[in-house]
């Protein structure tokens, strides 16, 4: 939450909850800090940022660009983590949707996109 006024006489504090892809990076703020850095991203209500875990990257909702939640690396790409974007295999490797790494199939093998597995030559 961030404090939109502050107690007096006549009234009590108010505070207001961050969107989703913003936080309050706790203590007493007057606003909400966007979840912008390498892998950033924030549910409603948070408190922090938090970081796309490896094999996801934050999704971005909306024309605004906040980073709302994480979606899932797609096949044949990979992150570590903490990255905004996944990251394609280089020629000759591969992944499962969701990976941390690309593989490369051993001499004498090559990739069968169909059944998603090396096969021998």
Not at 38 to 48: D, F, H, L, R
């Amino acid at each position: 939450e961030y404090q939109i006024a502050e107690c007096t006489a006549d009234t009590e504090t108010r505070c207001v909850d961050c969107v989703a892809g913003k936080a309050s990076m706790g203590g007493a703020v007057s606003e909400c800090t966007s979840c912008d850095g390498p892998g950033e991203y924030s549910e409603a209500k948070a408190s922090v940022c938090k970081i796309a875990p490896a094999g996801y990257k934050p999704k971005v909702t909306g024309d605004n660009g906040l980073k709302t939640g994480t979606e899932i690396c797609p096949k044949n790409t990979f992150s570590i983590g903490a990255a905004d974007d996944c990251t394609n295999c280089a020629d000759g490797g591969h992944s499962n949707p969701g990976e941390s790494s690309c593989e490369k199939c051993s001499t004498g093998k090559y990739f069968q996109e169909e059944e998603n597995k090396c096969t021998l030559c």
